[in-house]
Every structure is written in C-alpha cells, then in structure tokens.
C-alpha cells in the first residue's frame, strides 16, 4: 500500500485495535504492550506509513511547518540562502515548504496563498523584482503568523527581516575601484523599488562624492541579467570618454560584462575593471577571477530561520532587524596587485 494514503485508522482496522492505541503504539507508550507496540511498528514500515504533518496540526494547534518563499531558485546567492535556512530548520526540528516566484509578483501571491493554505506557522520571504503590491504579504500579518523578509525587504511592513550592509558593501567596491585609479565606473543595477538596489546606488554615490567626482545619470543604469549585459555594455564600450570601470548588481551581470569587454580587445582590469556582486562560484571560473561582494547567503538564511523560529516561540520578543558584514574579495578582474585580498570594515 501506498504511504501517502496510509492512515492510523487503516493500521487500527488491519490489526483489529483501536486507532488511538495505534497513535500510542507509534509513540511507544509504556501503556501498550510491547507485541501491540512491535506489531504496529513492523506494519506501518511494511506499509510505508508516514504521518501526515497537516493532520497532525490540525489535532495539536501546531504544525512545525514553515514556508520559504525565494525569488530564483537557480540563482547561487539565494540557493546558498536555503542551505542555510534548511540548516536551522532541520537543527530545530521543524520542516519547510519551498516556494519560488520566479521574479513575478503574481506567483508570490499564489506562494503566499499554498502557504497559509498548507497551515504554516511562519514565512520567511525575499520580495521578487516585480512587486510593488504587498497586500499579499499584510495578509499573513494580519493572521497574527510571524512574517521574516530577507535580502530584499519589505521597508513598510513593521516585521523581523535580515539584510546585507548593501550600501556599506558597494561604497568598499567603489573604494577599491577609485583607488586603483578608476574614474568613471559604470553601475549596473536593478529595479529600483527593491531597497538593496537603492541602498547599492548610495553606496555608489558616496564613494563617487568622497572622490569629488560628478555622477552621471547616464552611467547608472538597470542591468541585472545577461540579456541585459548584452544590449547595454557594448554601447558603454563605444562612449568616448569610454568607461574603464563596471560595477554589477550581480556575478552573473558582471561575469557576461567581463566576457563583452575582452571580446572588444581590451585588457582587464588595465583598460576596464570589472566588480560583481555575490561573490558566487562564477566568480572564481571567470578569467580573470572576479572580483565581487560577498553577500554571505548561507549565514543570511541561518540568521533568518533563527529569527522566525524564535518569533514562531515567543512572539512578545520586539521586532529585530540584522544587518550582516559583507566582504570584498579581490580578484583578477579588478586588481594585479591585491588579488586575495578580502576588505572588510
């Protein structure tokens, strides 16, 4: 028989007991005995039996489930995320439910929906690029079930949430470009009304401001994938004065950016220097090396689940908002000099 359909009641009818006595047995109560208790056991791994977690929280007010809902599965910053999410979860023997939006505001709202659906008793939730509605995510709040947002955060919601230092990170990222004699360096960003990507221009404009140099509209620009890398930064390359500098939203921007610039027949970091953001595996497979921000994914996800779980357990604890260090790692794309280096504050 198939464990998904298995219930106690088909135990209790196939051995002639009561269902309760079942439920106990499984539980290895002293007050059944031991064949009964043996007997059920060896029955339900025969059957494949497995408790059903929504039932179970249906008897008990409890589920021990939680809902994670993640932009882009695909992407290594936020697959690192879930790594260390699920670490936490499993230490605190709970379970999650994955979701994706795919970047869409209308698959986070079904998300949100599966979610509250499946009896979760918390969410932790990263805003996807196109969502500007968040009644979706009221609604959760409304239902009195803690709510943590991660990287990208919801700023008018009053919730826990867990940030990178973005503004902090992108001026270091600056820094090191300005330093090694970069003048006119080139955002490439994202979506605006995603915090990070305002807080990562800020960082942009203070180094930019510190070095006396006027921005230009022009050279901040959203480009936060590779199609986008591919219409816009051959036109940077034909600009006279030409950039000798990129800064990506993300690794996967930058690398496909490095790939342009060298097919233009320039040298990096010597004519053009090229810095990302993640400080993904792409980083170290590029040539040269990227340099790039670590987000620190994995230490994101812990802090995350931890601050839920705990909400989960005691929900009179105040609000919480950490903010993690980042780290600049240095490498060949930006540097000849300072490759290994890794800036921190």
């Known amino acids: 028989m198939s464990g998904e359909n298995i219930t106690i009641k ?55 489930i939680i809902g994670v809902i993640i932009p882009d599965i695909v992407h290594y910053f936020f697959s690192t995320v879930i790594s260390g999410i699920e670490d936490v979860v499993h ?70 949430s867990v940030v990178i230092d973005d503004e902090a990170g992108s001026y270091r990222a600056m820094i090191h470009l300005l330093r090694s004699g970069k003048k006119r360096v080139v955002l490439l960003g994202g979506p605006m009304q995603l915090a990070i990507i305002r807080n990562r221009q800020e960082g942009y404009l203070r180094a930019l401001k510190e070095y006396r140099i006027t921005p230009r509209e022009e050279d901040m620009v959203k480009c936060d994938d590779i199609a986008s890398a591919d219409r816009l930064v051959p036109e940077f ?66 802090t995350a689940a931890r ?5 989960i357990e005691n929900r009179r604890c105040p609000v919480q908002n950490k903010v993690i260090t ?6 060949g794309s930006s540097s000849l000099k300072h490759k290994g280096e890794h800036v921190t504050p």
């Open 10 to 64: 088909d135990i209790a009818r196939e051995l002639g007991i009561s269902p309760s006595t079942v439920s106990r047995a499984l539980k290895d109560h002293p007050d059944i005995s031991q064949a009964t208790r043996d007997a059920v056991h060896e029955l339900a791994e025969r059957w494949n039996y497995r408790p059903n977690p929504i039932a179970i929280s249906l008897k008990s007010g409890s589920s021990k």
């Open 91 to 160: 230490q605190r023997n709970y379970n999650m439910i994955l979701c994706q939006s795919n970047e869409m505001w209308e698959h986070e709202v079904k998300n949100v929906k599966t979610l509250l659906a499946s009896r979760v008793e918390g969410v932790l939730a990263s805003l996807s690029k196109t969502t500007s509605d968040l009644s979706h995510f009221r609604s959760i709040l409304e239902k009195d079930i803690p709510l943590v947002f991660y990287d990208r955060v919801a700023e008018e919601l009053n919730t826990d």
């Open 326 to 331: 980042s780290e600049l790692v240095i490498r």
């Open 307 to 311: 601050l839920l779980i705990d909400r």
């Open 237 to 302: 390359l034909k600009r006279s004065p030409r950039p000798d500098a990129f800064f990506a939203v993300n690794d996967l921007t930058a690398a496909q950016t490095l790939t342009i610039v060298k097919r233009h027949g320039l040298r990096i970091p010597e004519d053009v220097a090229v810095v990302g953001f993640t400080n993904s595996q792409i980083a170290t497979l590029t040539d040269p090396a990227l340099t790039s921000v670590d987000q620190k994914g994995f230490l994101m996800g812990q």
